[in-house]
């Protein structure tokens, strides 16, 4: 069992940075595939980026590449979301999952077993 509570989610301008963190339980954290995702209004969940237990694998959604970096720290429990150059498209609930292995569909909810209460993320323009 693992549990996960975000943190680090606010209002930005567009342009803006923000760094949310992921904290987890569990003596395993380092075997997990670690995953970020997000739900704005109205719309489905959708992926964001995933790191595997090592960090040598890392996967982005198109619209979020080269402005979010996911990164993890074992020794800490720890995963991060590093997002620069914000747009108000980015506004959403930003939520931590996991799951013990790499899974196929990453990039889907079903790949993910632990999921956090989720932060909230505005983007003003």
């Known amino acids: 069992q693992v549990q996960l509570v975000e943190s680090g989610g606010g209002l930005v301008q567009a342009g803006g940075s923000l760094r949310l963190s992921c904290a987890a339980s569990g003596r395993t954290f380092a075997m997990y595939t670690m995953g970020w995702f997000r739900q704005a209004p109205g719309k489905e969940r959708e992926f964001v980026a995933t790191?595997?237990?090592?960090?040598?694998?890392?996967y982005y959604a198109d619209s979020v590449k080269g402005r979010f970096t996911i990164s993890r720290d074992n020794a800490k429990n720890m995963v991060y979301l590093q997002m620069n150059s914000l747009k108000p498209e980015d506004t959403a609930v930003y939520y931590c999952a996991a799951t013990i292995k790499w899974p196929p569909n990453y990039y889907s909810d079903d790949g993910y077993d632990y999921w956090g209460q989720g932060t909230q993320v505005t983007v003003s323009s």
């Open positions: 790191i595997n237990w090592s960090g040598g694998n890392r």
